[in-house]
């Protein structure tokens, strides 16, 4: 077997090789801006992103001017809720969010808490979803967003974003969705979910990095004050000349993941589970959040198990996650928010399988860690 398994899809995927030779035309001779106007060069750049734009809607239901392009969901969410919050300020200044969500919802609520908004932080039910009628209870005269994410990154739950939308469109609060791990995984269908803003990204769902959408809806519209200001691109949402490559790469990944979502889901449900079912007789294995409602290819356990604590750190033949790539050390705040204790909360994996894994390497990793947990509680706990 050929080591390290890539079993992290969910930290980023590997281009799926039709992305990658979608994209090679326009980064060598179709080099035009999409922004210059009067030429063959920028004319065939504008109708290839336009072209993008309408594969990256039709995944999420959307229509194609409802489409913004960024650099990923990282800036998406900024623009998002920033963007919403300023441009709602008038009428209020209160915020709500989860705490299970990514750091990049997480922090840009922070910084606007100094900027003088309130924001309200829910804690997840244990299993690692929110309940609704927490979420209700939370809304004020003064509420003006909400964001609450689609699929979360660690533990892979799928929160009700149509019941919170619901009650969002109810009391008149804008709504906004992290779907960053969501596409090609769980269907999404703008044209009936109560969803206001939603961030996308590409490299979650085999297409490139640094290249993401917003999707920001116009009827009835959505105010949104934009954070990048310059040429006025993207109706002015957010200025920069466009990445062609990035841009037709997101395109061809999101048309991909819509033709392949059918035959691929149930595919990674029936590996993951293949590699649950290897270890999951193994006193002390937990697995963190609901496994109902979930997307299909993830698993995050935690070790509750004497002197392990280290072990993750030394599983060098599998590149999984200890807790996310994108946490910068130290214990999982979602763990922490399910309630776990931060002993067992520091001794997690995350394992998320992907288009390009075969079931051999699900059952050679599996075994492989099953191995490596047994050796632990053992006492033969060799070095890497
Ligand atoms: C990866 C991720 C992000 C950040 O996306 P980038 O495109 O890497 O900036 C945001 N939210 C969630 C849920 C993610 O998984």
Redesign the pocket.
Known sequence: MQTPIYLDN?ATTPLDPAVVDAMLPWLREQFGNPASSTHAFGHAASKAVEAARIEVARLVGAEARDIAWT?????S?NLAIKGAAMAAQARGKHLITVQTE?K??LDTMKWLEKQGFSVTFLAPQKNGLLDIETFRAALRPDTVLASV?L???EIGVIQDIAAIGAICRERGVLFHV?A??ATGKVAIDLSKLPVDIM?L????TYGP?GI?ALYVRRAPQVRIESQMHGGGHERGLRSGTLATHQIVGMGAAFRIAGELMATEVPQMRMMRDRFWNRIKDLPGVLLNGDMEQRIANNLNISLDILNCDSLVTTLSEIAVSSTSA?STGGVSHVLQALGSDDGIAGNSIRITVGRFNTVEQIDWAADYLRKKIEDCRAGRQQAA
Do not use: L, P, R
């Open positions: 969910s650099s990923g969901a990282t800036e969410n990514h990049a919802v994410m699929v979360n990154n992290d960053a791990q961030s990204t590409a490299h979650k990095k993401g994108c």
